[in-house]
């Protein structure tokens, strides 16, 4: 059974960081691309970054760009994003996505106020 748990979302302030996870289960994690989607209130849900199976290449949405992360371990089936110079902008849930299985984790709130 495939399982994505995301975890690390929260309050933050303006200019603070945050780092999600997203624990996988039930497939074979290391040959499968990943990615993070966000979806703020009254939006469509938006890809803010992607990462292939080796973690050798990323790409990432222009909003995002130099401030967020995307990495993997493969070892603990675990896809991180880390969250720096985030703005209230930024505020939505982010979801886990596997790429080939077009499979959604439940997601995490990330919001971002003073």
């Known amino acids: 059974q495939v399982q994505l748990v995301e975890s690390g979302g929260g309050l933050v302030q303006p200019g603070g960081s945050l780092r999600l996870s997203c624990a996988a289960s039930?497939?074979?994690?290391?040959?499968?691309?990943m990615s993070w989607y966000r979806q703020a209130p009254g939006k469509e849900r938006e890809f803010v970054a992607h990462?292939?199976?080796?973690?050798?290449?990323?790409n990432y949405a222009n909003s995002v760009k130099g401030r967020f992360t995307i990495s993997r371990d493969n070892a603990k089936n675990t896809v991180f994003l880390q969250m720096n110079s985030l703005s209230p902008g930024d505020t939505a849930v982010y979801y886990c996505?596997?790429?080939?299985?077009?499979?959604w984790g439940q997601g995490t709130q990330v919001t971002v106020s003073s």
């Open positions: 990462i292939s199976g080796n973690g050798g290449a990323t």
């Open positions: 996505y596997a790429n080939s299985l077009r499979y």
């Open positions: 039930g497939f074979t994690f290391s040959i499968n691309d």
